[in-house]
Structures are given as structure tokens and as C-alpha cells.
């Protein structure tokens, strides 16, 4: 019962918890999931959102820049023809297409390039009459416009200028126009590129999140190595070095340990005790009842019930006091924050309780205390950590002595005090009774628990226990220490 598998404490433990069956299996699913695949995939999903959404642009300002470089052609084509336009001697414009002007159109990417020169309104000069014309203003910057001749998209440059003699001058519109297959290309070609830039970098970056978090869960790996190395009844804290995002969960699961650990040891403690101290109350039991189905008389057999009947009843006090010390270990791991108490109210109610007790064995018990003094405890527990002391006085002092309880306070500190003027302990002893199962001298009734279980509650409560020689040297004074509550 002492001796349990890892695998059983952890089940236990997940149990306490709410982890247990069904959940266990679906804790085990959730935990095959890598995180390293999350944190890349994350990544790469985050990357390939930002990534689409930077070719959009891309391709919006590659657009921008094939547009812009072709009206800039298409301008300074339209330029260089209305620099040759002039008026022939009938007061006609005449028009002299350079060759220079459309070749530095028609050598870019196999596009066709078309023109036509407008004269005075209704009266075309020259060139594709069916041609798009932009609006431009007369004497201003070319004006640019997309359109469609002879169901092939075009880039139109329009400029509008005037031809003089000095004496006449006649308004026209030079129209350049050339396809759109060069800024298609363009436009593909600063997409393509942006697109094998941007695909790169998100290679490497995926490379390098791979590498860094490979390298940043070595912690964890170590820290799962370190628990897979340890043996079952190992349960002290976990000291790997760990990432300050993992900490939690290292401080967490020692928590745990602790409280698995101080579980067990109050187990393994109750069981060894009630073994070795159940033993023997036992044994007189069966023996009084052998006894008692042997006897030759009625009085014989009562004489056995008697003594079995009593040895039954120092049994449960023994128990009593084993599964006390078993609650107190249990609390001792992780002790809860106590409520303020006011430690004279709980001892003058107790002492109350216990006076019916005293008169039936010839002992005068008072109390003595006034005042509020606040403690943080748990009331059960030190009440049955005063209740021992007042037992132990009652049981110890004899017939026709004084117990006195006191409460008082020491600078920040009470003090819980069972006073009596009995036979008292010799120092020697003292040191010895707050051992489990010790007692005085081997006369002594009892079963050598009670002082031990006030030390461990005191000590609950960071206190301690005190014992010292009564008034004048006589009987004994046990006290419990408590901080006070600043």
C-alpha cells in the first residue's frame, strides 16, 4: 500500500484533479500535437497572408511603373511628330512622320504602334481614323487614356498644339498610340520576380523558425528526459533549467510532487503507526474474548468483557489520535490561509468543556486570560491540540492539584499555556515526550502521542511548543507559541 507505482500516483493524482478516463485518453491525444509544427505553421500561414497581400500591391505599383514608363514613350513620340508639323503655302498642314519616332515605339516587345494627326475640328490630316484619341488641352501636357482599336487594346498619348506662319495659325492633335502587350510583360515580370524574392524569404525564415525552435525545446526535451529517468519513489523538486514560459508549469508540477509526497508520507506514517500501536490493543481484545468463552462463571466473563471492552476504547483513542496526526500531516505540505481567531475566546470555551471532566477527577481547573488576541489557525485543529494539553494534565497532575489554562501575549507572539503543580517531568524527559509513542517513563499511561500532536500543529501554524517546570519548580507548564496577527 506504501509502495505505489508512478503510474498509480500520477493517475491519483489526475483524478484529485478532475483528469481521470475519458479525460486521461483525450489529455494523451492533446499531447501529441507538436508544437514545433504549430509555431511553423503558424508562421507560415502569417507569411503567406502578408506575402499575398504584398504581390496585390506589387502588382498594382508594377502596373503604376509599365504605365508610367510607356506614356513617357508614347509623350515624347507625340512630341517629336508636332515638332514637324507646318503650314504649307495654301494655309494646309502638312505633317512629316519621322521614321525615329515610331521605331522607338515598335522596338519594344513586338508591339504595334498606330498614330493620327487631327487638323482644324472635322478635318483629319493623316493617319488611322478610327484611332482613339485622348483629351488634351491646347498647349498643355499630353493627356494619356486606354482604349480598344481594332479589338486590341491600346495606351493613347494625345497632344494638342498649333502651327503658325506668323500671320495664320491652325490648332492640331498629334494621337500615338501602341499596344499594351510591353506593359503586360513588365508588370509579369516584376510580379514573377517579387513572387521568387518573397517565396525565398519565406524559405528561409521557415528554415530558421525550424532551427530556433528545435534549439529553444531542448529545455523541454531535457526536462522530459529528467522526469523519464526518475524512479518511482522519487518525488523531489524538479531543478532542470527551464524557459521562463515553462517555469509555471516546473513550479506547478512541484507543487504537485509536494503535495503527492507529504499525501504519501502521512499515509505511509498512519499505516505504520496503527500497525505497530493497533497491535497490541488488539491482542488483549482477542485474548479477553478467548477468555471470556472459557470461563467458568458469569463474573469471569464480564471480568474478560471488561478489560476487552477497555482495551477496545484505548484502541479508538489511538486512532483517534493517528488519524489526527494524519490530518495534520496532510495539511502540513501546502497549509491554507488561515482566518484571524481569537485565540482567549477558543481556550476560555475549551476549558469550559473540560471542567465536568476535572471535578469527576478531583483537580480544580481555572482559566486566565482577557482581551482579544488574534491568531491565523484552523479551529479544529487547535482545539484538539489544547484539548491534549488539558487531557494530559488531568490525566498526569493527580487528585488535588491546580491546572490552570492561561492565554497572555509575549511582544508578537501568544502564548496558549497548560499549567499544573503535579508531579511535573524531569528535564531529561522533556526532550523526549514530543517523539511519537515516547512517554515519561514506561509506568506512564497513555500511548505517547498527544505532545507530538500539539508539536506538529504548532508548528502548522508557525509556532512550537514549549515545555518548562511549573511554578516553583513544580509540576509542568506546557505552552503553545503563535504569531500574533500583525
Not at 502578408?50 to 513620340?77: C, H, K, P, Q
Not at 469471569?300 to 471492552?309: F, T, W
Amino acid at each position: 500500500m506504501t509502495n505505489l507505482a508512478a503510474g498509480d500516483r500520477l493517475k491519483a493524482g489526475l483524478a484529485e484533479n478532475g483528469l481521470a478516463g475519458t479525460d486521461l485518453a483525450e489529455a494523451g491525444l492533446q499531447a501529441t500535437h507538436s508544437l514545433r509544427r504549430r509555431l511553423l505553421a503558424w508562421l507560415l500561414i502569417a507569411t503567406a497572408v502578408i506575402g499575398v497581400a504584398a504581390l496585390i500591391d506589387t502588382w498594382f505599383e508594377a502596373m503604376r511603373t509599365a504605365t508610367a514608363l510607356a506614356d513617357r514613350v508614347l509623350a515624347g513620340s507625340a512630341l517629336v511628330i508636332a515638332e514637324r508639323a507646318s503650314l504649307a503655302g495654301d494655309g494646309q498642314l502638312a505633317i512629316e512622320i519621322p521614321y525615329g519616332a515610331l521605331e522607338m515605339l515598335s522596338s519594344a516587345a513586338q508591339d504595334r504602334v498606330f498614330y493620327r494627326v487631327d487638323g482644324p475640328p472635322g478635318h483629319m490630316v493623316t493617319g488611322y481614323a478610327e484611332l482613339p484619341v485622348a483629351r488634351a488641352q491646347p498647349g498643355g501636357d499630353p493627356a494619356f487614356a486606354d482604349g480598344m482599336f481594332n479589338g486590341v487594346p491600346v495606351r493613347v498619348a494625345s497632344l494638342a498644339r498649333a502651327a503658325s506662319t506668323g500671320i495664320d495659325e491652325v490648332p492640331f492633335v498629334v494621337t500615338v498610340a501602341e499596344t499594351t502587350h510591353a506593359r503586360e510583360v513588365l508588370t509579369r515580370t516584376i510580379l514573377l520576380r517579387s513572387a521568387l524574392r518573397l517565396a525565398g524569404m519565406i524559405a528561409g525564415a521557415a528554415l530558421i523558425v525550424w532551427i530556433a525552435v528545435t534549439l529553444s525545446l531542448r529545455p523541454l526535451y531535457r526536462l522530459g528526459d529528467e522526469i523519464a529517468a526518475r524512479s518511482p519513489d522519487d518525488l523531489s523538486p524538479i531543478e532542470t533549467r527551464v524557459p521562463s514560459e515553462v517555469r509555471g508549469l516546473v513550479d506547478t508540477v512541484n507543487s504537485f510532487m509536494r503535495r503527492l509526497k507529504t499525501a504519501l508520507d502521512g499515509m505511509r506514517n498512519f499505516t505504520g503507526n496503527a500497525g505497530h500501536q493497533l497491535r497490541t490493543p488488539l491482542t488483549v481484545v482477542r485474548t479477553q474474548l478467548a477468555l471470556a468463552a472459557r470461563a467458568a462463571t458469569l463474573a469471569e466473563a464480564q471480568s474478560a468483557a471488561a478489560k476487552g471492552d477497555a482495551a477496545v476504547a484505548h484502541a479508538e483513542r489511538i486512532l483517534a489520535q493517528l488519524l489526527l496526526l494524519a490530518r495534520v500531516d496532510a495539511a502540513g505540505g501546502e497549509g491554507p490561509a488561515f482566518d484571524p481567531l481569537d485565540l482567549v475566546a477558543l481556550a476560555r470555551d475549551l476549558t469550559a468543556d473540560h471542567i465536568p471532566a476535572a471535578a469527576e477527577a478531583g483537580i480544580d481547573l481555572g482559566f486566565e486570560g482577557t482581551g482579544l488576541l488574534l491568531v491565523r489557525v484552523e479551529p479544529l485543529l487547535l482545539g484538539e491540540a489544547l484539548h491534549n494539553l488539558i487531557s494530559n494534565a488531568l490525566l498526569y497532575a493527580g487528585r488535588g492539584t491546580e491546572v490552570t489554562v492561561r492565554v497572555r501575549a509575549t511582544g508578537a507572539q501568544a502564548l496558549l499555556e497548560v499549567e499544573d503543580n503535579g508531579p511535573g517531568l524531569p528535564a531529561p524527559a522533556r526532550a523526549n515526550v514530543v517523539t511519537r509513542f515516547a512517554r515519561g517513563n514506561d509506568s506512564t499511561p497513555g500511548m505517547g502521542l498527544g505532545l507530538p500532536v500539539v508539536e506538529e500543529i504548532a508548528a502548522l501554524f508557525g509556532g512550537g511548543l514549549v515545555l518548562d517546570a511549573g511554578a516553583g519548580g513544580r509540576g509542568l507548564r506546557a505552552g503553545i507559541r503563535l504569531p500574533l496577527v500583525a
